[in-house]
């Protein structure tokens, strides 16, 4: 096996559903069962880059052959679910913040260190009413002459301390994921806040978009009897992390090595994909990057 980290960045809401509801949103988003936190499937994603690769020769042994002769063997790249990890809140100053927690920093710690990457260790916030920021000013604001510093999210005011450790893990994740445009990497490097479990554990049942759907009947002009419903999604600029495994397979009496696997799928994650529902209505727009 060769891990390779992938990065997943929302360009617009995604709805990856369950296709049931136990709450009051009729169509929820996939979630992990332990923590709550929101993810896109591995299969999903690896629908998506199988249609985008169309036709090319190299579809069978990166996904695995069509459903006729799926028996012959596996796809050769195995598609981790990529996890939300900077969860988008709005901030009274700054306009919006990346929210992240330290039992998600210690998911992309792993993963990427099963991918071969070191990220910093970061400290932990002192209570849950105060958090830590990556060191912008824009974030956080305070009374006149006073020493404490306060950042809202939402409706949840926070004292709040910079920490170059975390400075340090956003930039280690901008390099990677807005590459070498400096404007976009400064902006996610001066919005990263980091609180704790239990405050997310909050923010992941109430920062989620919910979308109101319905149907119209043409010939009443009103919502047609049983088709108004509610959908959850993925805020726009959520970011998710996930890991890609290669394990090569004997396709036609060849075995490709794990960078012939990787390399189409970089080379389709250069567009944009769309994954989840509502593709019509331009949901589920993002961007990949494998690194």
Not at 265 to 287: D, F, T, W
Request: with cysteine; aromatic share 4%; proline share 6%.
């Amino acid at each position: 096996m060769n891990p390779a980290l992938y990065l997943l960045h929302a360009l617009s809401p995604i709805h990856c559903g369950t296709g049931h509801a136990i709450g009051g949103i009729d169509l929820p988003i996939a979630r992990d069962k332990p923590t709550n936190i929101p993810l896109v499937p591995g299969s999903s994603l690896k629908g998506v880059l199988r249609a985008a690769a169309g036709g090319a020769d190299y579809v069978a042994k990166v996904f695995g052959p069509d459903t006729d002769n799926a028996s012959d063997h596996a796809g050769g790249v195995q598609f981790g679910d990529a996890r939300l990890t900077f969860l988008p809140m709005r901030s009274v100053r700054g306009c919006f913040a990346w929210v992240t927690s330290p039992t998600m920093l210690r998911r992309l710690r792993r993963d990427a260190a099963e991918a071969g990457l070191t990220l910093p260790e970061v400290e932990l916030p002192k209570s849950d009413g105060h958090c830590l920021t990556s060191g912008d000013a824009n974030l956080a604001g305070g009374s006149k002459g006073s020493q404490t510093k306060k950042v809202v999210l939402e409706d949840f005011d926070f004292s709040a301390s910079d920490s170059g450790e975390l400075r340090s893990l956003a930039d280690a994740i901008a390099q990677r994921l807005f590459g070498n445009d400096k404007t976009l990497r400064l902006h996610f490097d001066d919005r990263v806040v980091l609180v704790t479990d239990d405050v997310m554990s909050v923010l992941l049942r109430t920062g989620m978009e919910v979308i109101a759907r319905n149907r119209i009947d043409p010939e009443t002009g009103a919502v047609a009897k049983g088709a108004l419903w509610t959908e959850e999604a993925l805020p726009v600029e959520s970011i998710l992390v996930g890991l890609l495994r290669a394990t090569p397979v004997a396709v036609g009496g060849a075995v490709p090595s794990p960078e012939e696997l990787l390399d189409p799928v970089r080379e389709l994650s250069k567009a944009p994909l769309q994954v989840g529902g509502n593709a019509s209505i331009g949901r589920g727009l993002c961007r990949m990057e494998v690194l």
